[in-house]
């Protein structure tokens, strides 16, 4: 069974940048689509980005568009999201999940999340 | 935008039967998969319900998933509630190059 491992968080100050990872095991991670989904304390779930299998198509939440990017390095079974210009309204619990399907990730949901990596963003 | 209605929190006794709603704003919910994920507090979610109504593995039968296009709504049924269903539990699905949740129901297990 694949496990996702997330890296990365911290407590950073506005407006500055933060490279989150996402470890996979397992040799099927090039074969699925990734989301990342983030979970601000006490609230609910917000999807923020998915990447396609092959990194040919992306997706993102409108609140996160033009400051998040999403990649992936297959060779190191790794997700990332690069998130710049932190705001306040960025605190939040980052996890990555599988997406269900490896065709249409978006049609889906997701199916094997990790435990999540938090960020605080306070100056 | 799609967005997608939960209630805040439903309450039940044990053994009993519970449903949650979750109701599309526009459009046809049956256009799109419906997930249900569970949450425990301090957890990370995990699927009960994919693809309108299937179960993962592992998954009691007690929770079933259904579409009701006339009211433009998915539902989560549990029955025979137990203490452990107390949690947080999200639908989510998709819609014009978003994917969405809604925004939870708190399940009290009294």
């Known amino acids: 069974q694949v496990q996702l491992v997330e890296s990365g968080g911290g407590v950073v100050q506005p407006g500055k940048s933060l490279r989150l990872s996402c470890a996979a095991s397992g040799s099927t991670f090039s074969s699925y689509g990734m989301h990342w989904v983030r979970q601000a304390p006490g609230k609910g779930l917000e999807w923020v980005a998915l990447?396609?299998?092959?990194?040919?198509?992306?997706l993102y939440a409108d609140s996160v568009k033009g400051r998040f990017t999403i990649s992936r390095d297959d060779s190191k079974n790794t997700l990332y999201l690069q998130i710049n210009s932190l705001r306040v309204e960025d605190t939040a619990v980052y996890y990555c999940a599988r997406g269900a399907n490896w065709n249409h990730p978006e049609y889906y949901g997701m199916d094997v999340w990790g435990q999540g990596t938090t960020v605080t963003v306070s100056s | 935008n799609f967005m997608l209605t939960q209630p805040h929190s439903v309450s039940e006794s044990p053994g009993k039967t519970v449903t949650i709603s979750c109701t599309g704003s526009s459009g046809n919910i049956a256009s799109n998969y419906v997930q249900w994920f569970q949450q425990r507090p301090g957890s990370a979610p995990t699927t009960v319900i994919y693809?309108?109504?299937?179960?993962p593995s592992g998954v009691p039968a007690r929770f079933s998933g259904s579409i009701d296009s006339s009211s433009n709504s998915a539902s989560l049924t549990i029955s025979g509630l137990q203490t452990e269903d107390e949690a947080d539990y999200y639908c989510q699905s998709y819609d014009s190059s978003v994917v969405l949740f809604g925004g939870g129901t708190k399940l009290i297990v009294l």
């Open positions: 693809e309108d109504d299937q179960r």
């Open positions: 990447i396609w299998h092959d990194g040919g198509n992306k």
